[in-house]
């Protein structure tokens, strides 16, 4: 499949609070679907942050850990369970184009919107793909310990000469407004016991939780500029190798959409009501 022949920009890695991001792709959304480019971007958290999925119970999470070790929470649009993002472990990506230019299948749109998270492994030389099979699941309020997704769950084989699949990247999707949003997470370093302390009282030690999941500087020589420019070079190659479609390669937000954002991280990113409730319990 190829990429949607239309107007790209790529805006390249920014640090910014975990609340602001989720706003970021939800703005980034309502403008494909507004008729404004669409968006390739890359992004770090800073500080680390723990973002719930869309309906996680907030009981699942050690609210004193996170205080205690400067951990912003946020919830996420999209559903599982919790990812702690790293602020140096982390590298974030995410894509949001108009709905009526991918597939409707959820699967199809899956495969097509994370051809450049593979090419960015390849390039990487990371033999990265999908989860041949459903892998058990660990620890359900985490969503890197939930059972593994053939539709979204990327894995690669241990370091070494182990060969046992580990997760090393994770994506999910909504749509907004006639646009879909993807966005994923790609691990490029493991901190375990910063990644199971943000959950309350997980039953899977930091040996078990690194046999699920591996960094890119597990497998390859390589520093995390590098990696994010890998990431966002392949993005770039993948929406400019359509015919018709046009890239910007050094995109920016203009000052409404910043606004706008700023206005989403009140009402919901940083709103503790919305955070703190789960939706359908009653609360926001």
């Known amino acids: 499949m190829s990429a949607p022949a239309v107007d790209w920009r790529l805006i390249r890695e920014e640090a910014r609070p975990g609340p602001e991001q989720m706003a970021l792709d939800e703005v980034a959304a309502e403008t494909a679907a507004a008729g404004g ?27 004193a850990f996170c205080e205690r070790e400067g951990i912003e929470v946020s919830r996420r649009q999209t559903g599982g369970g919790g990812i702690y993002h790293d602020r ?48 058990p699941e660990l620890h359900r309020p ?63 030690t930091a040996e078990e939780f690194r046999e699920r999941v591996v960094g890119m500087d597990d497998l390859v020589d390589v520093d995390r500029p590098d990696a994010v420019g890998t990431v966002e070079a392949a993005l770039a190659d993948w929406a400019g190798a359509t015919p018709g479609a046009t890239v910007d390669a050094d995109g920016s937000w203009t000052d409404a959409e910043l606004e706008r954002a700023e206005e989403l991280v009140e009402e919901k990113y940083r709103n503790e009501e919305w955070i703190r409730t789960r939706p359908g319990s009653g609360g926001a």
């Open 37 to 63: 480019p669409a968006t390739l971007r890359t992004y770090r958290w800073d500080p680390s942050c723990l973002t719930l999925g869309r309906h996680q119970e907030p009981a699942s999470v050690d609210w």
């Open 88 to 135: 140096t472990g982390d590298i974030a990506y995410s894509i949001a184009v108009p709905a009526e230019t991918v597939p409707g299948e959820l699967l199809d749109c899956y495969h097509l919107l994370c051809e450049p998270v593979l090419d960015a492994f390849d390039r990487l030389g990371i033999d990265a793909d999908y989860v041949d099979e459903p892998m």
């Open 142 to 204: 985490a969503c890197y310990l939930r059972e593994l997704h053939p539709a979204h769950d990327v894995v690669a084989p241990g370091p070494g000469d182990r060969t046992d699949p580990r997760k090393i990247a994770g994506n999910a999707q909504y749509r907004k407004r006639e646009a879909v949003i993807q966005h994923g997470s790609l691990t490029f370093s493991v901190d375990a016991a910063r990644h199971l302390g943000v959950f309350a009282d997980p039953p899977v």
